[in-house]
């Protein structure tokens, strides 16, 4: 299942916030899919995200400023251009709390991937991914941890007890390692540029240094290790996590991609059968295990910055899907609902294939 609403797109310059995410990425990645799969595996159906799920993850004084007056000024924070401005300038008919809405929505709809991935093992949704969003503010443009949110609601409502984060955007996932920092039951893998933002500082004892429970980083000129290197690092968090999670979920940004337009992402250079490989490998090491998997897309800039996103799903849902570079892959098909052949995740059995909450 793939959920796409033109409503939930991340459309950022209209409320005056200027970045290179292009406003119509999730749209092409729908038209693509929809010429090949047809209307039937997608669904618009999300869930509300209120004040008090943001309070899951944030502090008081964040959602305090969230949902009160000064909700402008997280805003230009959490855009903040890195020399002392932000990107975010105003000056269209969309005010700050619209933008609010427009994300708590976005986080909803990232709330209904997990859901449906517990139902039906696998749903990708064509937005979300705020990776970078702290405890105590937005930055790196993302206003909340939308991922965090909504694990900590399931969690909350005894619908999974354990999730893994399998960060795959070209930027290190550090404000899930920060919110995630010491916890029991969520484990998060970042394979990520090893030098470059948010790494770039000379102080390496902020908040953006705090680990993952594995990181992986990817140096200029490494990019025929990167499969390598991820497979050798799922093993190893099955390894320190004692068993399988409830729920996996991949931020699948496609900034690693060698035609991804953003200045800071050129440390990363992935052919676009290296994306391919990346998420098949990624997929198929999940489905092989029985767990369910919940997709987001994280980062991706320019104009062919949907094409990784949608050759994806096309080789899920149909086995076919495309090259980027007119190579191979691997051979995908359809997601089976082989999830009835139930496991004991470390000791922690569960049977979510009608999706029932935990005891």
Wanted: neutral net charge; proline residues 4%.
């Amino acid at each position: 299942m793939i959920i796409y609403s033109p409503e939930l797109s991340p459309k950022f310059s209209e409320f005056g916030i200027n970045i290179p995410i292009t406003d119509d990425r999730s749209l092409k990645v729908y038209e693509h899919l929809r010429k090949r799969l047809g209307e039937n595996h997608f669904s618009k159906e999300s869930k509300l995200i209120d004040k008090n799920d943001v309070a899951l993850v944030h502090t008081p004084e964040y959602v305090d400023e969230l949902f009160g007056p000064n909700v402008a000024t997280a805003i230009k924070r959490a855009f903040d251009d890195g020399i002392g401005g932000t990107h975010y300038v105003g000056g269209t008919e969309k005010t700050p709390e619209d933008f609010l809405k427009h994300i708590l929505a976005q986080a909803g709809a990232t709330y209904q991937c997990m859901q449906n991935a517990l139902a039906y093992d696998f749903c990708y949704f064509l937005g979300g991914g705020m990776h970078h969003a702290m405890t105590t503010h937005g930055r790196g443009f993302c206003l909340i941890n939308d991922i965090m949110i909504a694990i900590r609601k399931l969690q909350k409502t005894n619908f999974i007890s354990t999730a893994w984060i399998i960060d795959l955007d070209a930027h290190k996932g550090d404000g899930t390692a920060q919110i995630a920092q010491g916890d029991k039951k969520v484990f998060t893998l970042s394979i990520h540029m090893a030098k470059g933002w948010p790494l770039d500082k000379e102080d390496t004892t902020g908040p953006e240094f705090i680990p993952s429970t594995i990181d992986i980083p990817i140096a200029e000129g490494e990019e025929n290790q990167y499969i390598k290197k991820l497979v050798m690092a799922l093993e190893q968090m099955q390894t320190i996590a004692k068993g399988l999670p409830d729920l996996a979920v991949i931020i699948d940004g496609s900034d690693p991609y060698e035609k991804d337009t953003l200045p800071g992402t050129h440390l990363m250079k992935l052919t676009g059968d290296q994306m391919l490989q990346r998420n098949m490998t990624v997929y198929e090491w999940f489905k092989r295990k029985c767990v369910a998997q919940a997709y987001v897309m994280g980062g991706g800039y320019g104009d062919e910055s949907w094409r990784p996103n949608a050759y994806f799903l096309e080789r899920v849902h149909c086995g076919g899907g495309q090259s980027q570079s007119g190579g191979g892959g691997h051979s995908g098909g359809h997601h089976n609902n082989n999830r009835n052949h139930h496991q004991n995740r470390g000791g922690h059995h569960n049977n979510k294939r009608h999706f029932h909450k935990k005891k």
